[in-house]
């Protein structure tokens, strides 16, 4: 269970942000401070390094900080810095209740403070990561059973929120931070929280996992020398990706429900978290054992010289060089994180209901 629904292979649990009355909505509107900025990071070392930036967003805002000392101010915080120390939640949320921005620079990965801004009507913005972190190339990943690629701070609010509330912004280039900072300055934003983490929408979402999940149910194999059954998938009119056949029988209890299956073949390098939001759509693990086979391919109008059934998690796949396509040998070993640039991952992509990512339009 996760705290944000960043990678399907794992039930996206979350939890439950204050939600604000209207009446509240409107004192927060008319007490925001229109030049006022957060700084997202409690300790000193998240700021140090980041003078450049602080002295950019110092030219048009005031800006506020809650890192923590004990008796002498930390020296990675600028003097022009409002530091008010580590505060109390309900303090802290009093001060996201003035500001106008809530700025992150890189760490902590994730958290659930920039949701609360945004409930609390704050713009979040943040950095973009090129290359993206992982374990390859950070030590906070390292040694973590994940080979997940975050392509900034926050990806929930990237890909799930979005503008006008998240901005997402390449901090190495000056001008398109500035710009951004500008840009964030002129634009009104209500407060703001997602369904999924209010009370109702946690509900919901757990009362589906409890009456529809089952971590003991898994397709087996075919046995040697038997028939495989029908193909349930036809290309799509416009030959990009498969979809569930409409006269094609639903999988006896599969959840969520076959048809909201889409399978797409992604490009080199992509994960098929990557590949399924570049369609507007979530990767669904449970859908794979539905593409673990040849027909699969050939349905997609891939060219395998050769298939090979192996143990990674990065298969079913395709490899170029070679025209090779590999299945999954073993069921628990699929998953939607990982990619390479040898493979072309076959990806099980699925919809979702808006503010509601862990369920498909027709999994209530």
């Not at 000392?69 to 009093?94: D, I």
């Not at 029988?249 to 429900?257: E, L, R, V």
């Not at 992509?270 to 979530?282: E, F, Q, S, V």
Request: glycine letters at 6%; proline letters at 9%; aromatic letters at 12%.
């Amino acid at each position: 269970m996760t705290m944000f629904p960043h990678t399907p292979d794992n039930s996206f649990m979350g939890f439950v942000s204050e939600e604000l009355n209207e009446t509240e909505k409107q004192l927060i509107r008319g007490g925001k401070a229109s030049n006022m900025a957060v700084v997202y990071g409690k300790e000193a070392s998240i700021w140090k390094g980041k003078d450049k930036f602080l002295g950019v967003l110092n030219k048009y805002m005031e800006i506020h900080g809650t890192v923590y000392y004990e008796s002498q101010r930390p020296p990675e915080v600028p003097a022009f810095v409002k530091n008010h120390g580590l505060l109390p939640q309900p303090e802290f949320q009093q001060l996201l209740r003035k500001a106008k921005l809530f700025i992150g620079f890189g760490f902590p990965y994730e958290g659930p403070a920039p949701l609360e801004a945004i409930a609390n009507g704050c713009v979040f913005l943040q950095a973009r990561f090129s290359p993206p972190h992982s374990s390859l190339n950070h030590e906070f990943f390292r040694g973590k059973p994940t080979s997940r690629e975050l392509f900034s701070q926050h990806p929930y609010a990237e890909n799930f929120i979005g503008k006008p509330h998240v901005w997402t912004v390449d901090y190495n280039n000056s001008e398109e931070f500035e710009a951004a900072i500008k840009a964030i300055m002129r634009t009104q934003v209500d407060p703001y929280l997602p369904y999924e983490y209010s009370c109702e929408g946690m509900l919901e979402r757990i009362h589906a996992y409890i009456q529809h999940q089952d971590f003991c149910a898994a397709p087996g194999p075919v046995p040697p020398g038997a028939r495989a059954p029908q193909s349930p998938f036809v290309l799509a009119p416009n030959a990009t990706h498969l979809e569930w056949a409409q006269n094609a029988s639903s999988a006896p209890g599969a959840w969520p429900p076959a048809h909201s299956l889409r399978a797409w073949l992604a490009t080199a390098g992509r994960a098929c978290t990557d590949a399924c939001l570049d369609h507007g759509l979530i990767c669904e693990p449970s859908f794979f054992p539905f593409l673990n086979s040849r027909e699969a391919f050939q349905k997609l109008q891939v060219p395998c010289d050769s298939t090979e059934s192996e143990m990674n998690h990065l298969y079913p796949a395709f490899a170029q060089p070679g025209r090779e396509c590999f299945l999954q040998k073993e069921p628990l070993l699929f998953s939607c994180a990982g990619s390479s640039t040898k493979y072309h991952r076959l990806c099980p992509c699925r919809d979702f209901r808006k503010g509601q990512v862990a369920l498909c339009q027709d999994c209530l």
